[in-house]
T-cell receptor, first 114, second 114 residues
């Protein structure tokens, strides 16, 4: 039973390029969450999605960041025109339906902007 | 808003020593509380949880009790091992918007030496 799969594990982008981070939730999980971990900090919530719907994007920066979770395929976190401050580890978590369901985390994508 | 405060690390202990990592929280409702562990280069793994006051979560020798009167959820282990070296995150869940959005503390690094 595969866990939450994120790819790539490491991503290097130059300033101004686009970064696309992918997350395949665990089988049977229809809820996806994205978190960002800056160096020496805890995880900060970014966005919560269900299939084809954004439920809560209160943690997403207003510009350059977007997320989707299509009916088919992985969830995508997209960062346009990356800047050095976007360098961080981005973690995806998934859960089955149900308010009290525990989150299962992927191993993260480490984005470095040069 | 909701917040979680953890003791700062790193915490360095000798093998078989007693561990306490303090965690306090502020929340408007009645959150569920969690401890997650992150090993180097990996995502977060759920260590234990408690969903209501006076509940005790336990796993792999770790314990934490949900104390509503002191708004605390301190992590303890009677005898640590080198393999316990990791970063530990305290978190609470916010169900207000539906789903299972987590608010994390900044993490406490534990180093266990022989």
């Amino acid at each position: 039973n595969a866990g939450v799969m994120q790819n790539p594990r490491h991503l290097v982008r130059r300033r101004g390029q686009e970064a696309r981070l992918r997350c395949s939730p665990m089988k049977g999980h229809s809820h996806v969450y994205w978190y960002r971990q800056l160096p020496e900090e805890g995880l900060k919530f970014m966005v919560y999605l269900q299939k084809e719907n954004i439920i809560d994007e209160s943690g997403m920066p207003k510009e350059r960041f977007s997320a989707e979770f299509p009916k088919e395929g992985p969830s995508i976190l997209r960062i346009q025109q990356v800047v050095r401050g976007d360098s961080a580890a981005y973690f995806c978590a998934s859960s089955p339906p149900g308010d009290n369901s525990p989150l299962h985390f992927g191993n993260g994508t480490r984005l470095t902007v040069t | 808003g909701d917040s979680v405060t953890q003791m700062e690390g790193p915490v360095t202990l000798s093998e078989e020593a007693f561990l306490t990592i303090n965690c306090t929280y502020t929340a408007t409702g009645y959150p569920s509380l969690f401890w997650y562990v992150q090993y180097p280069g990996e995502g977060l793994q759920l260590l234990l949880k408690a969903t209501k006051a006076d509940d005790k979560g336990s796993n792999k020798g770790f314990e934490a009790t949900y104390r509503k009167e002191t708004t605390s959820f301190h992590l303890e282990k009677g005898s640590v091992q080198v393999s316990d070296s990791a970063v530990y995150f305290c978190a609470l869940s916010d169900m207000a918007g539906g789903g299972n959005k987590l608010t994390f503390g900044t993490g406490t690094q534990l180093k266990v030496e022989l």
